[in-house]
């Protein structure tokens, strides 16, 4: 199975970040499969540089049942070929972090959180690359004040994506 088009041109500024900060390992997309019996029939692709995380779940089976990995040369010449070379998975988690650890599963009011603005634009290039909606509208959770923002699409127009969160990792105020 190779690395959808449209997958690899919204994970591609994200791992382009970890790739010229010399963070290898996060300059791959992950490809996580779930079981029928699991969350839901199909995989999620996670790509990440530390400050944000682009999570996208499909009904697209994955190739195996254990973690797989896209590299990044790989994911680069998707995207400039239009698709026509294929991205062929490699075998591993390739040292990929926990990232599930940063997606809170709780939400509160806080009074204020500092962000990065170059890290908001990922939401939009992502909702772009995909073609989610006409409409770019998303949703904000806060967990709290040192937490992470999560930002997700308020509707998805796609005939394989179920669920798109942008992930991003506050910065201090003070």
């Not at 996060?26 to 779930?34: A, E, G, Q």
């Not at 996208?56 to 026509?84: I, L, M, Q």
């Not at 967990?143 to 923002?149: C, T």
Request: proline fraction near 9%; glycine fraction near 4%; hydrophobic fraction near 40%.
């Amino acid at each position: 199975m190779t690395l959808p088009l449209d997958i690899a041109k919204a994970l591609l500024p994200t791992i382009k970040r970890s790739h010229k900060a010399s963070r290898y390992g996060l300059d791959n997309i992950l490809h996580v499969p779930h079981a029928p019996t699991g969350e839901w029939d199909g995989s999620q692709y996670v790509a990440t540089d530390g400050h944000v995380a682009v999570i996208v779940d499909t009904t697209t089976p994955a190739p195996v049942t254990e973690p797989t990995h896209y590299e990044y040369a790989s994911v680069v010449a998707v995207v400039a070929t239009k698709g026509v070379v294929p991205a062929p998975w490699v075998p591993g988690s390739c040292d990929f972090p926990d990232w599930k650890q940063c997606v809170p599963t709780t939400s509160t009011s806080v009074d204020a959180i500092g962000v990065d603005l170059a890290f908001l634009d990922t939401a939009l290039k992502v909702h772009k690359a995909l073609k989610l909606s006409e409409k770019a509208y998303w949703t904000a959770t806060f967990s709290d004040a040192l937490g992470p923002i999560v930002l997700e699409p308020m509707s998805i127009k796609h005939d394989t994506i179920t669920r798109v969160r942008v992930v991003i990792m506050p910065v201090r105020i003070s």
